[in-house]
């Protein structure tokens, strides 16, 4: 089961914005991009939960710490039983890279309600049970400087395992997609996504390869100062499918959490500062409450 965010739209709201909400079953992934050369994106993690006897793949995160992970609210905000799988790439074969490690606990920010998307806040930490093992396959993301706004088009990309096209077969490989950036002021004007995106929230696509691109929860992995930086967490899409015009992909920007996070990390487990000064890029080269089963939300992926 993979998780994406939809927004669904409301005839009786002004500039006909959409509304959040969730679907059930979101099909779409990575719609336009290409196959990533294996573990160029290090930092990428696979959240997988317990169903049946068998672990399956729903949402990407960023190994930010050795025993840390980020990702999205959406992808954690239920109880179940999760484990990251780190160096992964093909999700069905098993290359000797990978590192399987167990999640000892959750931490969904405070203000996130799933009711209410549009508010932002779609955030969350792992603890990992144990450390994992850095090496050329498996690395640290970094995260950008507290407050830091990226301009227009700057260079991203996505990356997570999904479907090549809309209503194709999944990709059981990493991928990536090229995915400029969409600066705040038009991604939050009338006919783009207006009110409903927040200055805490970053926008990508508006291309071939905008909309549906990525794993929720996975990272927008932004060039700056030739160096990678994960600068968003995927986090909604429109309901009106893969592509549509000045609907693009949206994330939540990480800059804006920054010591959001740093004070998880330091609260819970006395290491610090989690923001690295030097992106790990492994051969690139650059020029909570208790909550109930979905089943009870069933607009929830």
């Known amino acids: 089961m993979l998780r994406f965010l939809l927004l669904t739209s409301l005839a009786a709201l002004v500039l006909a914005e959409h509304q959040p909400g969730y679907l059930e079953e979101m099909s779409q992934r990575v719609v336009g991009g290409e196959v990533a050369s294996p573990n160029s994106w290090p930092w990428q993690v696979s959240l997988q939960y317990l169903s049946g006897g068998s672990y399956y793949h729903t949402c990407g995160g960023t190994l930010i710490r050795a025993n840390w992970v980020l990702t999205a609210a959406h992808c954690v905000d239920t109880s179940r ?10 999700l069905y074969s098993n290359s000797g890279r990978e590192q399987t490690l167990g999640v000892s606990q959750v931490y969904v920010h405070s203000n996130w309600n799933r009711n209410s998307v549009s508010n932002g806040y779609d955030i969350a930490l792992l603890r990992l049970s144990s450390s994992a093992s850095l090496n050329s396959y498996v690395q640290l993301g970094s995260l950008p400087p507290s407050g830091q706004i990226l301009p227009h088009n700057n260079l991203c990309y996505i990356t997570g395992w999904g479907r090549t096209s809309t ?8 991928k990536e997609a090229y995915l400029p950036l969409v600066d705040y002021k038009t991604c939050s004007s009338s006919g783009w996504w207006g009110s409903t995106v927040k200055n805490t929230m970053v926008c990508g696509g508006g291309g071939a390869e905008s909309g549906c691109n990525g794993d929720s929860g996975g990272p927008l992995n932004c060039q700056y100062g030739g160096k990678y930086y994960v600068h968003g967490i995927a986090s909604f899409v429109s309901s009106w499918g893969c592509n549509y015009p000045q609907k693009p992909t949206v994330f939540t920007r990480v800059s804006a959490y920054i010591d959001w996070i740093n004070s998880v990390c330091t609260h819970y487990m006395h290491i610090c500062d989690i923001v690295d000064t030097e992106s790990r890029t492994a051969g690139r080269v650059v020029g909570g409450d208790t909550v109930l089963h979905h089943a009870s939300w069933p607009w929830m992926m």
């Open 81 to 90: 039983t999760w484990r990251i799988l780190l160096g992964e790439h093909d």
């Open 167 to 174: 209503g194709g077969s999944l990709s059981a490989q990493l």
